[in-house]
């Protein structure tokens, strides 16, 4: 079965502060995406970053990295010098490609950026 | 704001009636995407449409039913549902249903009394 695990429901940081919200999945699969989706308050969700499995770069857009380990499949989200809008629900998935369209969510990470 | 619209943004039904969401996006995407997000709970996928075909039906209850009229537009049409169907619905689009980027609405908050 194909699952993605997001251990830590809720974080809160000090505003300024760096911040990593933690990761794992499990397939058999050797080629898919990752991804870090963001859930504002105002509920529309949007894709924050994304990886390829078969890169062993790690993504970065601006502020917020990855921390890929495909043997560890671990994909934790590093979020550098967090700001009040980054309060959101973070939410891990992953899309194989031989299963395109179907897009497997973790169950979410609440994180509110204190001022 | 993305180019995926739905309406209403809230909705209170009883068990016994018939509701209807809708889902418009105007991003010129050709799949369409229907998730039910649960408190505490993973997004769950319940129907994929491709060129305004059902490419994916993920064992949803068929009191769930939608429908999708053309490649911008796609409707949950909902009946008799139960409580525990309470729920934000959120649609999405992409350019293809192969495509590796999904754009969401802002969801449905839906309560079944």
């Known amino acids: 079965a194909q699952t993605v695990t997001q251990s830590q429901p809720e974080m809160s940081v000090q505003e300024a502060e760096t911040v990593t919200l933690s990761c794992t999945y499990d397939t058999s699969e050797n080629n898919y995406y990752l991804f870090w989706y963001k859930q504002p308050p105002s509920r529309q969700m949007i894709l924050v970053i994304r990886q390829e499995a078969y890169k062993q770069q790690n993504a970065t857009e601006n502020r917020f990295s990855v921390n890929f380990q495909k043997a560890a499949k671990s994909f934790s989200l590093k979020i550098s010098d967090s700001q009040l809008g980054d309060t959101a629900m973070y939410f891990c998935?992953?899309?194989?490609?031989?299963?395109?369209?179907?897009?497997?969510f973790g169950s979410g990470t609440r994180l509110s950026i204190r001022p | 704001e993305t180019g995926v619209t739905q309406t209403p943004r809230h909705l209170v039904m009883g068990m016994t009636n018939k509701k209807s969401l809708k889902c418009e996006q105007h991003?010129?995407?050709?799949?369409m995407y229907w998730y039910k997000q649960s408190a505490k709970k993973p997004l769950e996928l319940m129907f994929v449409?491709?060129?305004?075909?059902?490419?994916e039906n993920n064992s949803v209850p068929s009191r769930f039913s939608p429908e999708c009229p053309n490649s911008s537009h796609l409707f949950l049409h909902l009946h008799t549902l139960q409580p525990e169907d309470s729920a934000l619905y959120l649609c999405?689009?992409?350019?293809?249903?192969?495509?590796?980027?999904?754009?969401f609405g802002p969801g449905t908050r839906l309560t079944v009394l």
């Open positions: 449409y491709s060129l305004e075909e059902r490419v």
């Open positions: 998935a992953f899309m194989t490609y031989s299963s395109a369209s179907k897009i497997i």
């Open positions: 999405a689009s992409s350019v293809s249903s192969a495509s590796n980027e999904q754009f």
């Open positions: 991003l010129g995407h050709n799949a």
